[in-house]
T-cell receptor, first 112, second 116 residues
Framework: DAGITQSPRHKVTETGTPVTLRCHQT?????MYWYRQDPGHGLRLIHY???????DKGEVSDGYSVSRSKTEDFLLTLESATSSQTSVYFC???????????FGSGTQLSVL | AQSVAQPEDQVNVAEGNPLTVKCTYS??????LFWYVQYPNRGLQFLLK??????LVKGSYGFEAEFNKSQTSFHLKKPSALVSDSALYFC??????????????FGPGTRLSVLP
């Protein structure tokens, strides 16, 4: 999957607990994205980054925060997980001159 | 705001027959259009894109798509379906007139089943 590693691959947590998902790339690509995938909704953008320490909100950013302290890592944090955040989370990357996204294998998150 | 519609949740086709997966879009500026495929428990994989030029674009695994500006459509096609084409297909648009084109908007997906 194009030098993208998401961790963990699966996580079960309880409502109200903080959760951090990690996306690590070895491609040195500038842009990184977090999407969530839910049946009937396709993929919806949570946050994206256009450089180190440069991030912006997507369509469904409420309840999520991100950080990018170095090019290769993009962290997604759920400050206080809710059941509505049960989903499959995908990280994607894109190079400066690239038109397309490359996706990681996803993280299945269950909030009980 | 941009949006993508895939009017069919499910498409069934017999192996060897032609297949079409439909996509329509709405953007404020010039669209960059994409098709991605997702196999079970995997991330999305790029199939093809339309940026400019010829309205018929060819991509991976024998797939092609036709851009129709007047109908704001970008339907995915393949002349002869294979059982291995069975997967979830997503149409996506990147609106170059919105937020420096950073937002890739995806449709809800269409599940393609190719029957032997």
């Amino acid at each position: 999957d194009a030098g993208i590693t998401q961790s963990p691959r699966h996580k079960v947590t309880e409502t109200g607990t903080p959760v951090t998902l990690r996306c690590h790339q070895t491609e040195n690509h500038r842009y990184m994205y977090w999407y969530r995938q839910d049946p009937g909704h396709g993929l919806r953008l949570i946050h994206y980054s256009y450089g180190v320490k440069d991030t912006d909100k997507g369509e469904v950013s409420d309840g999520y925060s991100v950080s990018r302290s170095k090019t290769e890592d993009f962290l997604l944090t759920l400050e206080s997980a809710t059941s509505s955040q049960t989903s499959v989370y995908f990280c994607a990357i894109r190079g400066l001159m690239e038109e397309k996204l490359f996706f990681g294998s996803g993280t299945q998150l269950s909030v009980l | 705001a941009q949006s993508v519609a895939q009017p069919e949740d499910q498409v069934n086709v017999a192996e060897g027959n032609p297949l079409t997966v439909k996509c329509t879009y709405s953007v404020s500026g010039n669209p960059y259009l994409f098709w991605y495929v997702q196999y079970p428990n995997r991330g999305l994989q790029f199939l093809l894109k339309y940026i400019t030029g010829d309205n018929l674009v060819k991509g991976s695994y024998g797939f092609e798509a036709e851009f129709n500006k007047s109908q704001t459509s970008f339907h995915l096609k393949k002349p002869s379906a294979l059982v291995s084409d069975s997967a979830l297909y997503f149409c996506a648009v990147r609106d170059m007139g919105d937020n420096y084109g950073q937002n890739f908007v995806f449709g809800p997906g269409t599940r393609l089943s190719v029957l032997p």
